[in-house]
């Protein structure tokens, strides 16, 4: 009765679909009928999708849905000549010859109509359809994510972590060959709450909405200038379709909860997709350790101290709704709006104690902290297409609007054990950011074998940040401290354009090369502050260009050279003071400057039947590179401070390996390992640390694809302790288990998922050492987990695969999708310099 009822529905949907379609055949009396069958097992194929395409133009006319005996019936065909085109997922599509409906021959019976099987076995040959893991293009490298059995129920930090090149600590922060000066991309495109903040942004994307992660480590002029390190573009599963899909999944789990879902449907010109996603983080105990050193006076040595424990939980969602409408074969218009909130809870119970080496303690008290933020951003962008009889000639102009809003809210409750008074502060700090793009980008093929790229762009940004600050009054409630209040108005407009060329030459070489020009204008100004009013603009020239060698082999060889700069984001210049911890502040710094990087790359790829290799060795120089500094605020030397600053300089060499091998039918084996050096220089500020260190990440991963549609996935990862110019952030390392059965023809899965089973709890040590003090902060934070995802996929199409995210194919030779790319804000990163904070 089951299956009576889904063919019921989804007959009568496709039959509205095409009977509604623009363009469609006139009505008639002819009928056509026949049976799907699978070529191998001769069994019938239920749902099969039926489509009746005129012979002439290939426009849709009729169509329908297979029942469970694999037989079709088309009725009310017109005179004419037609092809029929059967499909179903796992199968080629099979198209028929020229079919002719007349008078004398209305009624036509096809008889057998054979599918043949994706991966079936002929003649004793393995037809394999899947993509392969990593593909290197001429200016990115892709990660083919789709089949991650470990980070089902997981986000995207948990598939970057497989990404070559790519690590992401325990907090989220993601970096890119050891710098966290990198771009992510949502689907070729920005949002606000990316740039805001890039770690709270990937807990909101589920892994298993991913499609692919790109990473372009030397971006092209098409690109904004910004991005030091590279961009990565994280690709969301979105498929053109010709009727309704879909799909919903669900993990339950002891940490983290998450549900997901999306509907698609398309009808002649007009397509529409929605979805949704929601998580939630069960609240975690964790504990925290914090000792500082101030041996500035050598004869009285001063010791800060902090024990305690706190409770943090994570919660979000968003809802996303598109519209694609093709004019005609030539121009085609797409929207979409994206809804996301976020919201993060922080608790933290302290005894804190202030001693010297001649006195003892000189100050205990017990502190509870609340610690709430939380964002909302909208995210709406329009882009239009026109494609022309040339290949590769098109023009794409492209609009977006992004909202955030973003609010910090603290308060601590101070209880005096030792010469230090009851009391309590709060502080609130609501933030806006606007951005405006407009975009137009062209593409021409001055011959079969040069491609040219032009093209301009502006981004209007306005930054707003209206802190307040309050003390209790034992009579009065709270009441504010004006000069600890702060209102920051900040606008930053960038104005662009580039030219490149792409050139494909004999004997498997080719070249892209180009050049992209930025204006930046700045301004900004305090209304409630002593700080002087900011204003100030620069331009900027940013050459690239990339050599590409492709030998018989299936082997290649490429050269690259890029410069870009990294302009801060919000929370980098936000002055916002953070007291949440009163002995250990932070800050941003409104007069941060751009970073300034010179990149050099030497790639090679090899492909060898089941196994592949990529190795690569790179070269960075960077100027005025942002880092956080933590030393004693001027004036209040009790009092310990975090901001950003500009360093002098800093080198970089690394060595990026990644391979690939398939044993036998069913096993597969990944590693990747990146080493890289650190050298910085800068003699304002001091330290015992050496300016120079070795730093790496590996990662491995075994898959056995198992008969009977059953999986198995193990991963592991480690990434060294992280340098920053005064000492290092912590090390970080995972192991995960995943296993999957699917069922119901594949279009249901049931997963088992454990991540790091062998601990309950991680310890995450930073140490920092500056002038006259030493640093040391531990934090034990729960990480043993296990949960059970399912999903499952609805719905029957005709389908085509398309480009994620609303874009249309439209590919240049580079592979870069139309769209507005805001590649130019630095992301920010959890700083791990301060203390007395609980963050689990």
Do not use: C
């Amino acid at each position: 009765m089951k299956k009576v009822l889904l063919f019921s529905l989804f007959s009568l949907l496709a039959a509205i679909g095409y009977a509604q379609m623009p363009g469609g055949a006139a009505k008639g009396s002819g009928k056509v009928s026949g049976v799907v069958l699978d070529s191998v097992n001769q069994k019938p194929v239920e749902f099969a999708t039926i489509a009746l395409l005129r012979w002439a133009d290939s426009k849709s006319v009729n169509g329908g849905l297979t029942d469970e005996k694999g037989s079709f019936k088309l009725i009310g065909i017109a005179n004419g000549e037609y092809k029929l085109v059967v499909s179903f997922i796992g199968y080629h599509a099979s198209s028929t010859k020229k079919i002719v409906v007349s008078d004398a021959n209305n009624d036509l019976k096809l008889g057998k109509v054979l599918l043949r099987a994706e991966g079936k076995q002929l003649n004793e040959v393995t037809v394999v359809g899947q993509k392969a893991l990593v593909e290197n293009k001429i200016d990115k490298m892709v990660y083919n994510a789709e089949k991650d059995v470990t980070s089902k129920g997981g986000d995207a930090g948990d598939v970057l972590r497989k990404v070559p090149m790519v690590s992401v600590d325990m907090d989220g922060n993601v970096e890119l060959r050891g710098s966290s000066n990198v771009r992510v991309l949502i689907n070729g495109k920005p949002s606000t709450i990316v740039s805001n903040n890039v770690a709270d942004a990937m807990k909101m994307i589920p892994a298993d909405q991913i499609k692919n992660v790109e990473v372009i480590t030397s971006p092209s002029a098409k690109y904004d200038a910004e991005g030091s390190a590279g961009i990565i573009n994280i690709v969301t599963k979105k498929t053109d379709v010709a009727g309704v899909t879909g799909n919903i999944s669900l993990n339950v789990g002891t940490r983290f909860n998450r549900g997901n879902g999306n509907i698609n449907f398309k009808r002649g010109k007009l397509g529409f997709n929605s979805g949704f996603s929601g998580m939630y983080l069960i609240p975690q105990n964790g504990a925290n350790t914090f000792t500082r050193t101030d041996y500035s006076d050598a004869s009285n040595i001063k010791y800060s101290n902090q024990n305690g424990t706190g409770k943090s939980d994570r919660k979000g969602g968003s809802v996303n709704f598109g519209v694609d409408y093709e004019i005609n074969k030539t121009n085609n218009i797409t929207s979409s709006i994206k809804v996301n909130n976020w919201g993060n809870g922080t608790g933290a119970m302290v005894l804190a104690t202030q001693s010297n080496s001649v006195e003892g303690v000189q100050q205990a008290f017990n502190r509870n902290s609340i610690n709430n933020s939380g964002r909302t951003g909208i995210d709406w962008t329009t882009d239009y297409r026109k494609t022309f009889k040339k290949p590769q000639q098109e023009l794409g102009l492209s609009f977006q609007l992004s909202k955030d809003k973003n609010q910090t809210d603290y308060e601590s409750i101070y209880d005096g054990v030792v010469n230090f008074p009851d009391s309590a502060e709060r502080s609130f700090n609501d933030g806006a950011n606007r951005e405006l793009t407009l975009q137009a980008d062209y593409a021409h093929p001055i011959s079969k074998k040069l491609l040219l790229e032009t093209g301009a762009k502006s981004i209007l940004r306005d930054i707003t940040s209206n802190s307040i600050y309050e003390v209790l009054s034992p009579l009065e409630g709270y009441l504010p401290v004006v000069n600890r209040s702060n209102q920051f108005d900040y606008a930053q407009n960038v104005f662009a354009g580039y030219a490149s060329f792409a050139l494909t030459l004999e004997k498997g070489y080719a070249i892209k090369a180009g050049g992209r020009f930025e204006r930046t204008e700045i301004s900004g100004s305090f209304v409630s502050s002593e700080l002087n009013s900011i204003n100030n603009g620069y331009n900027t020239f940013i050459p690239s260009v990339t050599l590409a060698k492709t030998f018989k082999d299936l082997s290649s060889l490429k050269l690259s050279y890029s410069q870009r700069i990294q302009r801060p984001g919000l929370r980098f210049l936000n002055p916002f003071v953070d007291a949440t911890d009163p002995q250990n502040i932070s800050f941003g710094n409104p007069y941060l400057s751009p970073e300034k990087t010179n990149s050099f790359e030497l790639g090679y790829s090899k492909f060898m039947g089941k196994t592949s290799v990529n190795a690569s060795v790179y070269y960075k120089n960077t100027f005025d590179i942002i880092e956080s500094v933590v030393g004693p605020v001027p004036g209040r030397s009790e009092i310990y401070g975090t901001t950003y600053m500009n360093i002098a300089g800093s080198s970089s060499v690394g060595v990026n390996l990644f391979g690939s091998v398939q044993l036998g039918q069913y096993f597969t084996l990944r590693g990747n390992a990146n080493v890289y050096t650190y050298n910085v220089d800068d003699s304002n500020i001091k330290t015992t640390y050496s300016n120079s260190s070795v730093l790496y990440s590996i990662n491995g991963n075994a898959s056995w694809n198992l008969p009977q549609n059953f999986a198995i996935e193990m991963f592991g990862m480690f990434n060294s302790p992280r340098r920053t110019i005064q000492g290092q952030n912590p090390s970080f390392s995972m192991f995960n288990i995943g296993f999957k059965k699917e069922f119901m023809e594949k279009r249901a899965s049931l997963g088992l998922n454990l991540s790091n089973p062998f601990s309950k709890n991680r310890e995450f040590i930073s140490k920092i050492n500056g002038n006259g003090f030493d640093q040391y902060s531990e934090r034990q934070v729960p990480f043993r987990s296990i949960g059970v995802s399912l999903s499952y996929r609805f719905g029957k199409m005709d389908f085509g695969q398309g480009s994620s995210g609303g874009q249309r194919k439209g590919k240049g030779q580079g592979g870069k999708k139309n769209g507005i790319n805001n590649d130019d804000i630095k992301q920010e990163e959890d700083s791990q310099g301060g203390g007395g904070g609980m963050s689990n």
